[in-house]
């Protein structure tokens, strides 16, 4: 039994096999385990020598088993190794750098402008309420702009912010005037997608309370604005306008940045881009719904779209090419 046993040794070559050969050796019903149990019929002088004899055969097969087992596993490793070996000196696959969206670097450059004009910045949330980004504005019941037609709602009363206004009532009701931020980012409406109009753009708000606040200062500070981002030969033209948060109520066009006023056909000859900015003084209700006494201060606020301002920065015609990825596109800026 004992030569069997090495000679099967010898030739297993696989662990599988290893362990099938204990079984049948050692396991409850192995040949070995056989000849153990069966002692108890030998003679008294028989069995100390049987017993010697098989512990030595069984502590035998137990060290080669151990020794093949070692023997089969450096193998497998080396096997693995070898099929895994690298050779550092190849030239490495090449990942696509991520670019920084034109969007986004408009959005900052803007921010930077009212940084450095004294106001600060303030985040709100995509996911707004009714209340804040409606009812608290002055938005009358019946407004066309809150029609589920025009606005996403998740709930009769938790929207996506149709505009960043919204902000401006998060500000009022948690700050004391006098108060000077800017807000911007991602707005929602149920828009259908043409050159001009997507269903997800983005607005930046302006909001500024304090005493004595009158539409020259609004004027004044879009002026500038416009002048610091576009140059300092930019006109701007303030239309009358209407907005529920805001009385009185204007919208701003700015010179054609194509032919600087003159008149070509990127402006349909009138030399203005039309409706980049809509601004006004803060209704007095809006200022009374935030808790702020309308007889001590007034305000100004303005919102204006990112999304275009890129594109006549740009001179980009189409505002899917902002919202696509494509990196033809993206890698021009
Ligand atoms: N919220 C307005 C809009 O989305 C823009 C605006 C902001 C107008 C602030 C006046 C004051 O059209």
């Known amino acids: 039994m004992k030569e069997r046993a090495l000679l099967e040794l010898e030739n297993t070559n696989k662990l599988e096999e290893l362990e099938q050969l204990r079984i049948k050796f050692l396991g409850k019903k192995g040949e070995l385990t056989q000849v153990l149990r069966g002692m ?3 003679s008294s002088e028989e069995r100390p020598i049987v017993g010697q004899v098989a512990n030595e055969v069984r502590v035998l097969i137990e060290n080669g088993i151990e020794k093949v087992k070692e023997k089969l596993k450096e193998e497998s490793k080396n096997i693995k190794l070898n099929a895994e070996i690298l050779d550092i000196s190849m030239p490495g ?3 696509e ?24 910045i303030v ?22 702009s809150r029609d589920p037609s025009d606005t996403f709602y998740i709930t009769d ?17 948690e700050n004391k005037p006098p108060l000077r931020i800017v807000s911007a980012g991602r707005t929602f409406r149920f828009d259908d997608v043409d050159d001009t109009h997507s269903p997800m753009f983005h607005q930046l708000e302006g909001l500024v309370v304090d005493k004595n606040i009158t539409m020259a200062n609004l004027k004044h500070t879009i002026d500038m604005f416009i002048r610091e981002l576009f140059g ?11 907005f529920p948060f805001t009385e009185p109520s204007a919208e701003v ?20 881009s039309m409706e980049l900015l809509g601004c006004g003084m803060v209704h007095p209700n809006v200022l009374r719904n935030c808790g702020i006494d309308p007889e001590i201060y007034s305000g100004f ?3 204006l779209g990112v999304d275009r301002i890129a594109m006549v920065k740009y001179g980009i015609n189409n505002i899917r090419l902002l919202f696509e990825n494509d990196m033809r596109f993206l890698n021009q800026f």
């Open 301 to 303: 606020a303005f919102g």
């Open 157 to 173: 009363d938790i929207l996506l912010r149709t505009h960043t206004s919204p902000v401006q009532i998060r500000t009022m009701k």
């Open 97 to 120: 750098k991520g670019h920084r969206h034109p969007l986004i670097g408009v959005m900052e450059e803007l921010e930077n402008i009212f940084m450095s004009m004294g106001f600060s």
């Open 253 to 272: 066009d700015v010179s054609c940045l194509k032919c600087m006023g003159k008149g070509c056909e990127a402006c349909n000859g009138t030399g203005w």
């Open 232 to 242: 300092s030969q930019m006109k701007t033209r303030f239309r009358p306008h209407y």
């Open 123 to 144: 985040q709100g949330p995509e996911v707004e309420t009714v209340y804040n980004n409606f009812d608290a504005l002055n938005s009358p019941e019946n407004h066309p």
């Open 93 to 95: 696959t090449q990942i």
């Open 40 to 42: 108890g019929s030998l």
